[in-house]
């Protein structure tokens, strides 16, 4: 398939400002078939909404308090995602965990970027984790979300140099740059079938 000819719709979730949904709305959004087709919040003033708003694209939102549990917000965010027609979920900032069920539902097909080179800080706070450990070189790691966290197979991941006394902020600034170009890097070779799971291990992503 040409990319003229690609169509490939995604679904954005975010928490929070949405700078990486920014990122790939300005990288990838309307470009070779590549489309968001909705952005999804469990906080109903998360500034990503707005974002999505002014590109004119559907906008849901899944509270928590207004559902029972975990997984009844996730089949219910999960239904709206199929009727958006959407091949792949991003997780850009999103702050949820998601159930078993909703991973399942779309195994494969839902993405996640985490700030430090998997499988080294995991969890929360990767930045502050590698700063506490001094190490000279962290990174950004995007990966097939599994029922794990943070633990599922790699697609594409990049370093970031720590220099001696850098601080936090400076970090973080380099961190996000960074992730500002490698989320949409690696969506599009999705979406362009260049990425697959090795036939004889799950953990391995074949990148062609």
Do not use: C
């Not at 928490?15 to 999804?40: K, M, P």
């Not at 195994?107 to 190490?135: C, K």
């Amino acid at each position: 398939m040409s990319s003229s000819d690609l169509s490939f719709r995604i679904v954005v979730l975010a928490s929070g400002g949405g700078t990486n949904l920014q990122a790939i709305l300005d990288r990838l959004h309307g470009h070779d078939g590549v489309e968001v087709v909705g952005v999804g919040s469990d906080r109903p003033g998360a500034f990503a909404l707005e974002r999505a708003r002014k590109a004119g694209i559907e906008t849901a939102t899944f509270p928590q308090e207004d559902f029972d549990d975990r997984e009844s917000r996730d089949t219910a965010m999960a239904d709206w995602i199929d009727s958006t027609g959407a091949d792949l979920v991003v997780l850009a900032g999103y702050m949820q965990l998601v159930s078993p069920d909703f991973v399942n539902r779309f195994r494969n097909r839902i993405l996640n970027i985490h700030p430090a080179l998997l499988p080294s800080f995991p969890g929360l706070d990767a930045i502050g984790q590698a700063l506490e450990h001094g190490v000279r070189v962290t990174g950004v790691t995007v990966h097939f979300v599994d029922e794990g966290t943070d633990t599922g197979p790699v697609i594409l991941q990049r370093a970031v140099e720590i220099p001696p006394g850098v601080d936090r902020r400076q970090l973080e600034e380099a961190i996000h740059a960074v992730e500002h170009e490698i989320y949409p890097e690696a969506i599009g070779m999705v979406a362009r079938g260049r990425v697959r799971i090795a036939a004889d291990n799950p953990r391995r992503v074949i990148v062609e």
